[in-house]
Every structure is written in structure tokens, then in C-alpha cells.
């Protein structure tokens, strides 16, 4: 059973660009987290995310950040129009369906995003 | 709200020494508390976690008990290896509603040969 996937791991972007995060579940995995790190800091919630659901997107700047988990395919986080302030390693993690209680994250790599 | 609180790093120590690390935390209701490692430039990896207060989260050598007197969650090892050196994030999520994670800002273990 392959782990969270995420692509690409490295990513360039131009201010103003836009950029694109994908993250693939685990297989069986429902729930799809993204979180931010910022250099020298831990990791801040952003969104989760159920299939073509946004759960709680209480951690997601209110302006230029997008997230979607469709019924197929991997969820995508889009940041438009990028900014400096933007650089940071995205994390995605997954968990299976609820069944009450904490369930388990399953994180993957990261995508290292960086604004030049 | 929720938070984590960790000591701040780099913690360096030579291989074979006893390591803690601190966690405190601040929740609403009896959260799950976990501890993940990331090695450099790889994702989170759950290293152990409680669920309920005095329950003892171990693995790989290393444990963190949950005691709710003290709202901490510190981890230890008795014997540290170089393999050891990564970053490590306590973190914590309610155990009702669904279970978005609450992370510490991380400590860096260096460990010397």
C-alpha cells in the first residue's frame, strides 16, 4: 500500500505566478489535511478536506489560497499569484473514514515551495 | 484555543545520553497527544502517541506519558544514537469532532558521535 504521495516535491514560482500542490491519498483514505511549515516553525493546519468537501478551512488565508478534493483525482492546493511570504514546505496528510476518536495522519513528503 | 508549547532547540548531545524533551500543552476536553519525528528534508512520521491521561506512548527506545495533572507529554530516551538526529514536534488533537492536529514549533536533536 503506497504512502501519501505528493507532487512535485520542489516547485519555483515567479511573484505572481501561480502554483499547484497535489497530494494523492492513501488507498482507502477519505480525508485529506493540508498543512504549512514555515522556515524554523512547526506546522499550521490550513484545510480538510472530504471527497468534493471543504470540512474546515479555518487555517486557509482568506485571499489567493484555493483547495479541492474532487471525487476523482488528488486534491490540489492552489496558491494564485503567489508572494515571497508564500515560501514554506506544504504537507498533506490522509486518514481513513471516521469511526469515532482520533484517527490516525498519515503524512507525505512535502512540496518545498519557493518564490523568487 | 489549542496549543503546544516544546523547548526550544538545538538539544546536542553525545550518543548514549539520556534525552528529554518538554511538552506542555493548553486544550479544551481530554485531547490525543503525539509525538512526530521528521528526519531532514522528509515528511512527518508518527513516533508514538497516548490517547488518554497516564496511558505511555513507546517506540524505537523512545516514550512520552500523558499526564493531565501537569498538561505535559515530555519525551525520553535513555540512549540517544546519531541516527537520532532529526526534528521533533509534539502535537495534540481532540478526541471528539474530527482530529485536526495541533503541532509545537519542533526541537532540533543534533547527535554526535
Known amino acids: 500500500n503506497a504512502g501519501v504521495m505528493q507532487n512535485p516535491r520542489h516547485l519555483v514560482r515567479r511573484r505572481g505566478q501561480e502554483a499547484r500542490l497535489r497530494c494523492s491519498p492513501m488507498k482507502g483514505h477519505s480525508h485529506v489535511y493540508w498543512y504549512r511549515q514555515l522556515p524554523e516553525e512547526g506546522l499550521k493546519f490550513m484545510v480538510y478536506l472530504q471527497k468534493e468537501n471543504i470540512i474546515d478551512e479555518s487555517g486557509m488565508p482568506k485571499e489567493r489560497f484555493s483547495a479541492e478534493f474532487p471525487k476523482e483525482g488528488p486534491s490540489i492546493l492552489r496558491i494564485q499569484q503567489v508572494v515571497r511570504g508564500d515560501s514554506a514546505a506544504y504537507f498533506c496528510?490522509?486518514?481513513?473514514?471516521?469511526?469515532?476518536?482520533?484517527?490516525?495522519?498519515?503524512f507525505g513528503p512535502g512540496t518545498r515551495l519557493t518564490v523568487l | 484555543g489549542n496549543s503546544v508549547t516544546q523547548m526550544e532547540g538545538p538539544v546536542t548531545l553525545s550518543e548514549e545520553a539520556f534525552l528529554t524533551i518538554n511538552c506542555t500543552y493548553t486544550a479544551t476536553g481530554y485531547p490525543s497527544l503525539f509525538w512526530y519525528v521528521q528526519y531532514p528534508g522528509e515528511g512527518l512520521q508518527l513516533l508514538l502517541k497516548?490517547?488518554?491521561?497516564?496511558d505511555k506512548g513507546s517506540n524505537k527506545g523512545f516514550e512520552a506519558t500523558y499526564r493531565k495533572e501537569t498538561t505535559s507529554f515530555h519525551l525520553e530516551k535513555g540512549s540517544v544514537q546519531v541516527s537520532d538526529s532529526a526534528v521533533y514536534f509534539c502535537?495534540?488533537?481532540?478526541?471528539?469532532?474530527?482530529?485536526?492536529?495541533?503541532f509545537g514549533k519542533g526541537t532540533m536533536l543534533l547527535v554526535s558521535p
Open positions: 497516548a490517547t488518554k491521561a497516564d
Open positions: 502535537a495534540l488533537s481532540p478526541n471528539s469532532g474530527y482530529s485536526t492536529l495541533t
Open positions: 496528510a490522509s486518514s481513513p473514514p471516521s469511526s469515532g476518536g482520533y484517527n490516525e495522519q498519515f
